[in-house]
C-alpha cells in the first residue's frame, strides 16, 4: 500500500443533489479514479429529503405512503445496512474514492484508515467520539441507526462503550471494478420523527433519540461550520487540492441516475 499522499486527489465540496444522483456520481468517480488516476473525497447533502435503502434491503420494510406524502424520494445504495433518512440540515455526508490496490484489503482495516479524517473531524468540532467500544443489539433491523452497533465501523459519542454512547455515524463500502468507495452520513441534527416515520412498523421516536446523538448535541457548532470542519480534514489526511466534478462526470452520473439509480427496477428490486 502506497502513501495516500503521494497520488492525486482533489476535494470536492460538492453541491445540493437528490439521491439517485449522489449515489450515481460516486460510481463514476470510481471509474475515473481507475481510469484516469483521480481520486476523490468529498461532502454533500440531498435535496429533496431521501431515504437510501441498503442494498438488500426489502422493500416492504418502507412506508412508502409516508415518504410520498412527506416529498422524500427514495434510493438504493451499493453499500449494505438498513435505510437511512437524510436531508439538507440534519445529514452531513462524505465520500471517499480509492483503487483498491492502494488501500488495504483486509475489510477492518480499510475502515480504520478511511474513517481516521472522520474521527479527526468530529475531534475538531468538539465532539468526544470513537468506534464504538462493544456491540449492541438492534431496536430496528429496517433502520441502519437503530440496526446493531457495530466497533468495526460505528461512531458513537461520547467515546465508550454503555448506554450514554450513541451513534453518531455509521460508514459503509463497496468495491467495483478495482475501486474501493466509502460513503458515510453523520448526524448533525435529529429528525426523529421523520425517520422512523419512513419505515413499516410501530416504531417510538423516542427510542431513536434514546439511540443516536448529534453534533449540535455533542458540541453546539452550526452546520456550515462542522460541514467545513469534515472537508478540511477529508483534504489533509490524503494531502487533496481542491476540486469539482468534470462536466463529462456530470452528464455521466445524470445518465446512470436515470438508467438506475432513480428507477423503480433498481429500488424495489435492485435490478440495473
Partial sequence: MTDLADREWRLIRDDPREGATQMAIEEVAGRTAVEEGVRTVRTYSWEPSTLSLGYRQE???VDWDFCDREGIDVTRRQT???GIYHDRHGDISYTIVAPADEVPGDLMACYALFCE???AALGRMGVDADFAG???EAIYYPSCYLRDINPAHDIVAPAGS???ARKISGN???RRRDVVIQHGSISFDLEPVRHVGCFEGDVASEMFERRVTSIREQAGIDREEAVEILGD???EWCGAVEGEWREEELEAARDLADRKYGSEG???????
Avoid: F, M, S, V
Fill in 266 to 272: 433498481w429500488i424495489r428490486d435492485r435490478e440495473g
Fill in 134 to 136: 462493544e456491540k449492541r
Fill in 172 to 174: 459503509a463500502q463497496y
Fill in 80 to 82: 449494505g445496512g438498513g
Fill in 162 to 164: 454503555g448506554t450514554e
Fill in 233 to 235: 480534514a477529508l483534504g
Fill in 59 to 61: 422493500p416492504d420494510t
Fill in 117 to 119: 479524517p472522520i474521527l
